[in-house]
């Protein structure tokens, strides 16, 4: 069973009905035919509270801060990184820039080093030729020693 499409234009409308071109908005109204339209507030965008937050946000926008902190993972490596590669530049300039005082420490450190490491090499030196000296001459020593008095200087 076959349904008729329903009929939206009628015959009578036919005086009502004016094509698109044949007047314009803006006469009618300037005639006072129609009413201009108005357009509505929106009591939110107008609340001052929300006024501050958008010019806030505009400024945060403009100079270039974050401030929700939604970063993603690869950002924050890379800041981190940055960070990290400061800081070590900023150690770095601070051992170059050393004032006298540090640098007479570290002069004294280095001779006090080098002291040390002198007085065991020398100790490592006899050391290794009291090992090389051959048996009798040890013994000699030994009996030398023991028969010899002490020498009493005053």
């Known amino acids: 069973m076959l349904i008729p499409e329903p009929d939206y234009y009628s015959d009578d409308d036919d005086t009502e009905f004016l094509p698109p071109c044949s007047h314009r908005h803006g006469d009618d109204v300037a005639e006072g035919r129609l009413i201009a339209a108005k357009k509505l507030s929106n009591p939110y965008k107008e609340s001052a509270e929300r006024q501050r937050l958008h010019k806030e946000m505009l400024l945060n926008q403009k100079l ?23 800081r070590k530049k900023e150690q770095e300039e601070s051992m170059t820039k050393r004032s006298s005082f540090e640098m007479q420490l570290e002069r004294r450190a280095n001779q006090l080093h080098m002291a040390e490491n002198k007085e065991k090499f020398e100790q ?6 009291e090992r090389k000296k051959p048996e009798f001459v ?9 028969s ?7």
């Open 124 to 129: 490592e030196r006899i050391e290794d030729e």
């Open 64 to 86: 270039g801060r974050n401030v929700l902190n939604q970063k993603s993972e690869l950002k924050k490596e890379i800041e981190k990184r940055q960070e990290q590669a400061q």
């Open 138 to 146: 040890k013994v000699g020593e030994k009996i030398k020693g023991r």
């Open 148 to 154: 010899s008095p002490p020498n009493t200087a005053s």
